[in-house]
């Protein structure tokens, strides 16, 4: 009895011990989609900073695939020792909704060390549909059932999540027409072969601004910095649409607490560097960085809202 418990008793002390020294060794940031995208721009900036921050090298891993998953799994068995963290959108809690089986658990397997960037949704409109604002929209909607479609990079992404919650909130009979990227989708938004869509704000900004595509409102709780005139959701009448991308840093289950303590002090601190929210602001993202309680609280609420609205629309991953 008393070796195990100085075997425990050293074990603990090991652990404290490396939490305090670390890192001693790069650390790997794995990102589960392919290099290019939204998640792989924040992941690299995130691993670029913290490598000037902390002194040790974060370095990127792309682990692409199954939506996600492929790369999400691998995180969620990797040793919960520091040495690797991972950089995911909603997708994290969406996907085990949509899919019929995936190896991990995004609450059980992650401990969350902070919710570092959000991304305003826009609902963009080709400019000769006859809708000025929501209101519009939804009128001109209901007056030709099931001759409007919607555009969005893919099935259970945040644009698609957002189409179903505004169909089903006032019942639309509005065709859903998944592409395999955003870029894809928003291009057939401005050569008006798929009317509407919503999208994260950085690709449509320049449409918006050269006048191919009409903004009608922001999904979120205030308006974008970068689309100061556009009301948002709640000030065009409908509050209940709402739905900010969101990228989030996690650490498997288990990690020591003063690790996860460091990581995000380090997030927080880099978040609130103004070259970096000028950097943030300018690819269409809002630094955020807060507490791993609070994100912990955020995914929670996350999977209960994305739940009833997935399972209502009777979405499903093909």
Do not use: C
């Not at 974008?224 to 969101?246: C, F, H, K, N, R």
């Not at 990581?263 to 269409?284: C, F, H, Q, S, Y």
């Amino acid at each position: 009895m008393l070796y195990l418990m100085a075997a425990g008793t050293f074990s603990t002390i090991s652990r404290i011990a490396g939490a305090q020294t670390y890192p001693i060794r790069p650390v790997r940031v794995i990102v589960p989609y392919g290099p290019g995208g939204p998640t792989d721009i924040v992941g690299r900036l995130i691993a670029q900073k913290l490598s000037e921050e902390v002194g040790k090298q974060f370095y990127v891993e792309n682990l692409g695939g199954g939506g996600g998953n492929v790369g999400i799994a691998h995180a969620a068995k990797a040793p919960a020792d520091g040495y690797t963290i991972l950089v995911v959108p909603p997708n994290i809690v969406v996907n085990p909704i949509l899919y019929e089986r995936v190896s991990y658990d995004p609450i059980k397997d992650f401990d969350p060390v902070t919710v570092a960037v959000t991304s305003k949704e826009a609902l963009v409109v080709y400019p000769s549909l006859p809708a000025q604002t929501v209101k519009d929209l939804v009128a001109v909607i209901k007056a030709n059932p099931g001759k409007y479609s919607y555009a969005s990079g893919g099935i259970g992404t945040p644009p698609h999540l957002l189409g179903e919650l505004f169909r089903l909130s006032f019942g639309l009979d509005l065709v859903h027409v998944p592409f395999n990227s955003g870029g894809l989708a928003i291009g057939s938004v401005v050569a008006g072969h798929t009317p509407l869509g919503f999208s994260a704000l950085a690709p449509v900004i320049p449409h918006i601004n050269e006048g191919k595509l009409r903004a009608l409102a922001v999904a979120s709780k205030t308006r974008s910095q970068l689309l100061p005139d556009v009301p948002t959701m709640a000030e065009a009448g409908y509050p209940e649409i709402e739905g900010d991308a969101w990228f989030a840093i996690l650490v498997p289950a288990g990690t020591p607490k003063e690790i996860i303590t460091l990581l995000n002090r380090a997030i927080i601190k880099i978040m609130a560097r103004p070259d970096m929210k000028e950097r943030m602001v300018t690819l269409g993202y809002e630094p955020l960085g807060n507490t791993p309680e609070d994100s912990a609280a955020q995914l929670g609420m996350e999977v209960a809202k994305w739940t009833k609205i997935i399972r209502g629309a009777g979405i499903k991953a093909e």
